[in-house]
T-cell receptor, first 106, second 116 residues
Framework: SQQGEEDPQALSIQEGENATMNCSYKTSINNLQWYRQNSGRGLVHLILIRSNEREKHSGRLRVTLDTSKKSSSLLITASRAADTASYFCARSDMRFGAGTRLTVKP | GAVVSQHPSWVICKSGTSVKIECRSLDFQATTMFWYRQFPKQSLMLMATSNEGSKATYEQGVEKDKFLINHASLTLSTLTVTSAHPEDSSFYIC????????????FGPGTRLTVL
């Protein structure tokens, strides 16, 4: 990936469970964005978190940012089968991490 | 609002031909657009940053003469894959930066290129 790593690479959980994905980066950022991509489709913007923010919520999504550790996490609570997708983080210079392929089993 | 379109959505061409992909911001102006390529089950790789009225900035390892980018207006950027070969087959995605305090990006639906 271009200066960003995510873990895990793949995550499989049962419906109703929480899913946590992590993203690390190497250089300073102004903001970090999380995206979702269904197989073979375009990207959907989920959340943008700025460098002076530590946590942000949107519905069942919670994003945290730790600039001292150069890392961010995306938490999806009470997952649904429809959450099955790949999730990517992108730095403010729009370089993407490797992504996490999430599978939510019904 | 903030819709980005790409045309075509898919294209199949013969090896050696050139293919043009358009990226349009439909309801906002974008001075900066980004072009990515994505191989199956992989992440998006930034190819180039396209600035309206100036030359594109290419990422290391991306051939400028192979992937021609033209950002002719505040709502249109084009990527031309010249003399396409089978290894150029990929999913090409563009994004447009909306000028606001959040600096948010909006992505097109992607173009799947298959070179025979």
């Amino acid at each position: 990936s271009q200066q960003g790593e995510e873990d895990p690479q793949a995550l499989s959980i049962q419906e109703g469970e929480n899913a946590t994905m992590n993203c690390s980066y190497k250089t300073s950022i102004n903001n970090l964005q999380w995206y979702r991509q269904n197989s073979g489709r375009g990207l959907v913007h989920l959340i943008l978190i700025r460098s002076n923010e530590r946590e942000k919520h949107s519905g069942r999504l919670r994003v945290t940012l730790d600039t001292s550790k150069k890392s961010s996490s995306l938490l999806i609570t009470a997952s649904r089968a429809a959450d099955t997708a790949s999730y990517f983080c992108a730095r403010s210079d729009m370089r993407f991490g490797a992504g996490t392929r999430l599978t939510v089993k019904p | 609002g903030a819709v980005v379109s790409q045309h075509p959505s898919w294209v199949i061409c013969k090896s050696g031909t050139s293919v043009k992909i358009e990226c349009r911001s439909l309801d906002f102006q974008a001075t900066t657009m980004f072009w990515y390529r994505q191989f199956p089950k992989q992440s998006l790789m930034l190819m180039a940053t396209s600035n309206e009225g100036s030359k594109a900035t290419y990422e290391q390892g991306v051939e400028k003469d192979k992937f021609l980018i033209n950002h002719a207006s505040l709502t249109l950027s084009t990527l031309t894959v010249t003399s396409a070969h089978p290894e150029d087959s990929s999913f090409y995605i563009c994004s447009a930066r909306k000028l606001d305090s959040y600096n948010e990006q909006f992505f097109g639906p992607g173009t799947r290129l298959t070179v025979l």
